[in-house]
């Protein structure tokens, strides 16, 4: 079922492609450093400078998406990414990797608070679930393909030849959000006499002030930062532990992308029967059960299930957190604590993966599940214990 509103069919479109093009550029990046080095380490050192340059470009995305027309920014942000990614098309090494690659995220990090911010303004009143879970249900479906594409083409045309899809796939991407019609700002006074500041730090302000907001950044980036680094553990867990080759490596992956895609489109109906915030807290309990089973779980199939599985209640909870958010905070400082919310998560993400390669080395693939399991699960229960307070 499509949403009634043709803008947000056409932002859909847009937020697939700006997807794809994010997710398998992350992909080959990983891969390209691993076949120059041969080594977890590298990876886990790509991996670490693309989450910085996520979480100071999160700052600066927010910022200019509630500052300046948010459509125009999302269209820059998509065409200098789109160049920068085809410079690696020529190759490079390792150094290189990490500076044009951060350089791209920072470029495009104004698109997703600029969408999110936004997309209130573009849905007909009572559809604001049904088109975030819509939206983020073609996000996740992109997230889904890109590791399946890298996987199979890296064999055809190599990690190069994958920077210059993921720079098409922007370049397409910025094509169709030019014929996004609507106000991708409310109306002046919307606020409702709120006074908004225009300072950057307004989105930290917001999220210290409310009590639900906080709650589900912390528990987010506690999730984040004990999780983030089975990312790393699932090349080892598919080449070595599995012997799934890189084939194996992108259906494992994607298999989470599968269940995150239809927990976005299941998504409406839990909210309507949970509400936000609930919906979170109970989405990262049973996520933190799932990832500590893998460590437990001896066969490919088993594990694409049981991802499968985790990955359903994973985007349920990734709509959730954006419900909360666009229902809480005022049109003027919504992409900054949009943004303030991922600059958070971005810099637990950041800091898990700067640790992570030394993790798998000490623990192996199997062991860093399990304490990535316990850390989400963790944070799951402290959630839910702080919204029944607040309540």
Known sequence: MLPSDTPVRRLGAFAFLAAFCEALGFYAASLYAYDLTGSIVSVSIVMTGIAIAETLGAVLGGTVADRL????????????????????????DVPLLVGVMALATIATSPIRPA???????????????????YI??????????????????????????????????????????VFVRGEFHAPAGATGGAVISDSPLEGLAFLRRDRVLLTVVAAGAMSFFTAA??????????????????????ILVASWGVGTTAGAVLSPAVLRRLGAPRAFAIAMVVEGVVIGAIAAIPTLTLVCVTFLVGGVFGGVGVVADQIVVQERVPDEARGRVRATNDAILAASYALSLGIGGFVVDVFGARGTYLLGGIGVLAAGVLATAALRASR
């Open 115 to 133: 969408v999110g911010a936004a997309l209130p303004n573009l849905v007909v009143k009572g559809d604001l679930a049904f088109a975030n879970g």
């Open 229 to 250: 680094y089975c990312m790393i553990a699932d090349l080892p867990l598919a080449l070595e532990d599995l012997h799934a080759g890189e084939v194996g490596y992108g």
């Open 136 to 177: 983020q249900g073609l996000r996740n479906a992109a997230l889904t393909l890109a590791p399946v594409a890298a996987g199979l083409g890296v064999g055809i045309i190599g990690a190069r030849g994958l920077f210059g899809i993921a720079a098409g796939s922007l370049l397409a991407a910025t094509a169709v959000l």
């Open 69 to 92: 027309d948010r459509k125009l920014v999302a269209l820059l942000g998509a065409l200098a990414g789109s160049m920068l990614l085809a410079v690696l098309v020529g190759g490079g």
